[in-house]
């Protein structure tokens, strides 16, 4: 009942900066949270950030101070920009929402299905 679509994702120089996007749609009443997560090769996935309806923000350590999360209003759609990327940040990044459907109490989880970002050296 929700999609999640992200974009954005792409080829970059270490040192460069990309902005995530993520699109939520169908028969939403509410978004609780959104994030992002990432799966680089070999390695599980992980939390990148997340931000709750009421704006609280949550980072990874390894990339608080070069990524920051945003949302345009209480619903979606959900923003990654990455500055000062490194090779370790390359992974597939994922989308992610709890969010509440019409006609249908509790909030469920939902992914997209990823967007690759490689950062060279």
């Known amino acids: 009942q929700v999609q999640l679509v992200e974009s954005g994702g792409g080829l970059v120089q270490a040192g460069g900066s990309l902005r995530l996007s993520c699109a939520a749609s169908?028969?939403?009443?509410?978004?609780?949270?959104m994030g992002w997560y990432r799966q680089g090769p070999g390695k599980q996935r992980e939390l990148v950030a997340s931000?709750?309806?009421?704006?609280?923000?949550n980072y990874a350590d390894s990339v608080k101070g070069r990524f920051t999360i945003s949302r345009d209003n209480a619903k979606n759609p959900v923003y990654l920009q990455m500055n000062s990327l490194k090779p370790e940040d390359t992974a597939v990044y994922y989308c992610?929402?709890?969010?509440?459907?019409?006609?249908?109490?509790?909030?469920?989880?939902?992914w997209g299905k990823g967007t690759l970002v490689t950062v060279s050296s």
């Open positions: 931000i709750t309806t009421g704006g609280n923000t």
């Open positions: 992610n929402a709890n969010a509440v459907i019409i006609n249908r109490p509790g909030g469920i989880t939902y």
């Open positions: 169908g028969s939403i009443a509410s978004i609780n949270r």
